[in-house]
């Protein structure tokens, strides 16, 4: 079993910052590509960042330059810094895995969502 551990949501004034965290642990052999979605009322969840397991990044387009994806020593966890926030930021925030785990199934596991609100 594997578990996602979200953190780091909150309220936040237009052009401000938040920085949100997931770790991932239980019975994993290894992480392919670890990340972050949203979704916002009445819209399709969408990608914010992630990252794989040679330190590639991608971003969604309307984060671009603004939202920057990293990885703890560990590699199991990731944390997204979310600079110049604005209000079509607010969503609730996703963590996302694509992992091997110790019994060698590949699978994706979603963590419980961290809200995000940006006040203008």
């Known amino acids: 079993q594997v578990q996602l551990v979200e953190s780091g949501g909150g309220l936040v004034q237009a052009g401000g910052s938040l920085r949100l965290s997931c770790v991932a642990s239980?019975?994993?052999?290894?992480?392919?590509?670890m990340g972050w979605y949203r979704q916002a009322p009445g819209k399709q969840r969408e990608l914010v960042a992630g990252?794989?397991?040679?330190?590639?990044?991608n971003y969604g387009d309307s984060v671009k330059g603004r939202f920057t994806i990293s990885r703890g020593n560990a590699k199991n966890t990731v944390y997204v810094q979310m600079n110049s926030l604005k209000p079509e930021d607010t969503a609730v925030y996703y963590c996302?895995?694509?992992?091997?785990?110790?019994?060698?199934?590949?699978?994706?596991?979603w963590g419980q969502g961290t809200q995000v609100t940006v006040s203008s």
């Open positions: 996302n895995t694509n992992l091997r785990t110790q019994a060698m199934a590949s699978s994706i596991y």
């Open positions: 239980g019975s994993i052999f290894s992480i392919n590509w």
């Open positions: 990252i794989d397991s040679s330190g590639r990044t």
